[in-house]
């Protein structure tokens, strides 16, 4: 019997979680926002998101030549997260190539999971943003067809609501916050992303300080700068929280473990360069909308922000410098 | 008082119902004991002259001792002849002198074992020389000499007594059950801890897992002015001393910095008890409550076991091991040490013997971090376990010492969590005994 005890460090216990746990949860944070996408705009939101997810899961693991095509889980949040930034319907090969870019370009080149700087999902979305432009800027945008699974949504096209002072006031906020309104297949639905981001707080995988400094400052400079055009300074505010990307973006991107900091100042520091990016860009930008870039800037500066705040340890005295 | 709750700290599974609710059963003396001449945290002992090969001791006789002050003497824990003078194995790993001892079955005392009188007669210095002399030391596992704890330098004044019942540990139940009981004995011990400090105050944590013990305990203090129960929020490391004296107190001890340098300083509950044994009656630390128990362990019990028992023959008594033992642990399972074999003795400081089966052994295989950051909560004393561990696996050991890796008091918190199963604490671990080194040079 003695001859076959394992003999390793402490501790000897460990808890249930993986990666791959984790990574199952944010699938399901994931599925309010999905579920609504097939509402809002029927089965073509189904389809492209189908693409997404299974094309990542693809390359991945041709990338890797591993068979479980599922694995740790990573390239299918990464391939939903990809689907909802995009149009609802767009063609299919700009899915496959812009999946293909976020698990190649933005994950597997840095030496796959954990060690990719910027948010994978959102290097896909830049790279079809850039290169196929016009499926993604102006008045490209399906008007969604609450119910109506089977309708082709691609017939009738808007602005979305950041387009502009006219289409920002043909909306409601009740309508932005359910998500009734055109845009990215998953963003629009602020009730949907709510949800699934109450899970992952539950499941201790988010950390408010991301997306409270992202929204607060998105609220505050919305009603400082955004003119106050929206019926008043705070509604101002608020629609700016509301619409475009700036939920998905704070609870699902901004959050994304491998490429935020660590810190918990960090954190804060990175939630609030996010806002106040994304506002600059929305406010006094060409694109009306600034969150995909917003986040891929502060992705970039996050091994600064981490090493500049190292927190103070038990009992340690501040250096005065 | 002190504030609710530590920051960070894990949730594991306790396991304690186990053992929770079986009094201790005094275990029949083994018929040789083996007992090391290093127990504690200092100098080894040496064995005294005419310790020798076929010399006859009685049980609670001194064999060994060390001029160091940081140390603490040895004593015979059965009356018989000794065997043998040399290495055995040791629960720390490597071999270390020991003295084995065939028991005689007398069970016959010392005649140095006798009661120390009242203790208003006694002063301070007596009281230090007594406990030293009876060889006692941290019982909850970390076995510092307890005589040095209460010999603070005289320019620290300390005013508080902190008795730590919170065994945070998962599965132990060994200072549950001296809660339950030796309340008094418990009561007794800290009032002589508080007499040796010239300190005001004391105060028992206990995890409010233990209801029961809370209840006992508190029952216990009624008559006292100055001794009170404070109910700890559940969590582990709660029973870590930093942690444990900032929820009791409201004190932190500084970083790098001991208890006393803000006038606290902490002992077990076994502690106290064996201090009241050594006052009233004059036996010297002998024996000690062992909590055996996992998945692997027939009949689980919470036994008192003389110093020096072999390990297999705690377990022969406990039924022996499951089949599919995969691993023995002396200690708890956050922070205690996996054996290779049973042929190890019971010292001091085995707060408990764990073995547990195939389902319960995590076989390390690790992938790469995903900066969740788990760690990062979790660590009680808010370091950056993961980048500690990054650099420590890159060898920048000075940027791991910069990063205050030698904070780190290894409670497992961060490996624990951790998604990705990196063995943190392992690399920190490493990282720190390079730096020490680096340090001494």
Request: proline share 6%.
């Amino acid at each position: 019997m003695d001859n076959k005890m394992v003999v390793s460090s402490s501790p000897h216990i460990r808890s249930l979680e993986s990666v791959q746990s984790v990574m199952i949860d944010v699938l399901i944070a994931l599925f309010p926002a999905a579920l609504m996408a097939v509402l809002l705009f029927g089965y073509k939101a189904l389809i492209t998101m189908i693409i997404s997810v299974v094309t990542a899961m693809l390359v991945e693991a041709l990338w890797l030549r591993k068979r479980d095509i599922f694995s740790d889980g990573s390239a299918a949040v990464t391939g939903l997260l990809f689907a909802m930034v995009l149009p609802p319907a767009p063609p299919w090969w700009l899915v496959v190539v812009g999946v293909a870019s976020a698990i190649i370009i933005g994950k597997q080149v840095f030496g796959g999971i954990g060690y990719n700087i910027f948010n994978p999902a959102l290097v896909g979305r830049a790279v079809v943003v850039m290169s196929w432009g016009g499926y993604l800027v102006g008045r490209v945008w399906s008007q969604p067809q609450p119910f109506a699974l089977t309708a082709d949504i691609s017939a009738i096209t808007t602005a979305t609501p950041l387009g502009g002072q006219e289409e920002a006031l043909a909306v409601s906020l009740t309508n932005l916050f359910i998500g009734n309104v055109a845009g990215c297949l998953g963003e629009t639905s602020t009730l949907a992303l709510l949800l699934g981001a109450a899970w992952l707080y539950y499941k201790g995988h988010i950390d408010l300080r991301i997306p409270g400094g992202f929204i607060g400052v998105v609220f505050i400079m919305g009603a400082i700068f955004g003119g106050g055009f929206y019926g008043g300074a705070l509604t101002t505010g608020l629609f700016h929280v509301l619409a475009g990307g700036v939920m998905l973006g704070a609870l699902f991107m901004a959050t994304d473990m491998v490429t935020t900091p660590v810190t918990a100042k960090g954190k804060l520091i990175f939630g609030i360069g996010c806002g106040i990016i994304t506002m600059m860009i929305r406010l006094w930008g060409t694109l009306p909308e600034g969150v995909t870039f917003a986040i891929l800037l502060m992705n970039a500066v996050t091994p600064i922000i981490d090493n500049f705040t190292v927190p103070q340890q038990f009992g340690g005295v501040k250096k005065s410098a | 008082m002190g504030s609710a709750v530590f920051k960070g700290g894990v949730h594991p599974d306790y396991h304690k119902e186990i053992t929770a609710t079986m009094a201790v059963s005094k275990m029949k003396a083994p018929s040789t004991v083996v007992i090391p001449l290093q127990q504690h945290i200092g100098a080894p002992c040496e064995p005294l002259e005419g310790i020798e090969e076929g010399v006859r001791v009685k049980m609670g006789q001194k064999i060994a001792d060390s001029s160091g002050f940081v140390s603490a003497p040895i004593h015979a824990s059965v009356s018989g002849t000794i065997k043998a003078i040399g290495p055995y194995n040791h629960p720390l790993g490597r071999p270390v002198n020991a003295i084995t001892i065939e028991s005689d079955g007398q069970e016959e005392w010392d005649e140095k074992v006798k009661p120390a009188g009242n203790l208003e007669n006694l002063t301070p210095d007596d009281l230090r020389k007594i406990i030293r002399e009876a060889g006692i030391v941290g019982l909850g596992g970390a076995t510092f000499p307890a005589h040095v704890k209460l010999s603070p330098p005289p320019e620290k004044k300390i005013d508080y007594v902190v008795i730590n019942g919170a065994e945070c540990e998962p599965y132990l139940t060994a200072d549950h059950r001296v809660m339950l009981e030796n309340p008094e004995e418990i009561i007794f011990g800290l009032k002589v801890m508080i007499k040796a400090l010239g300190a005001e105050k004391g105060v028992i944590g206990i995890e409010d897992n233990k209801a029961d013990a809370i209840r006992v305990m508190e029952q216990a203090v009624a008559g006292e002015d100055n001794i009170t129960v404070a109910h700890l929020h559940t969590k582990y490391p709660q029973g870590a001393e930093k942690m444990l004296i900032q929820v009791t107190t409201g004190r932190i001890v500084p970083s790098g910095g001991l208890p006393l340098d803000i006038g606290v300083v902490n002992h077990n509950v076994g502690t106290a008890v064996a201090i009241t044994s050594t006052i009233r009656e004059g036996k010297p630390l002998i024996e000690r409550v062992v909590t055996v128990t996992g998945s692997g362990i027939n009949k689980p019990a919470n036994l008192l076991v003389k110093v020096g028992t072999l390990v297999s023959e705690v377990l022969d008594v406990c039924g022996g091991l499951k089949e599919d033992t995969r691993k023995l642990i002396t200690g708890g399972p956050m922070m205690g040490l996996a054996q290779p074999n049973t042929d190890i003795p019971v010292i001091k400081g085995t707060s408990g013997i764990l073995a547990l089966t195939d389902q319960d052994v995590y076989i390390a295989e690790s992938s790469p971090c995903i900066r969740c950051a788990k760690c990062v909560e979790a660590c009680p004393v808010q370091l950056l376990p993961t980048s500690i561990a990054q650099a420590a696996e890159h060898d920048l050991f000075k940027k791991a010492e910069k990063l205050h890796a030698m904070d780190c008091f290894e409670c497992g918190c961060c490996s624990y969590v951790c998604p990705s199963k990196i063995p943190l604490t392992q690399l920190i671990r490493i990282a720190k005994a390079e730096i020490a080194k680096a340090n001494k040079k």
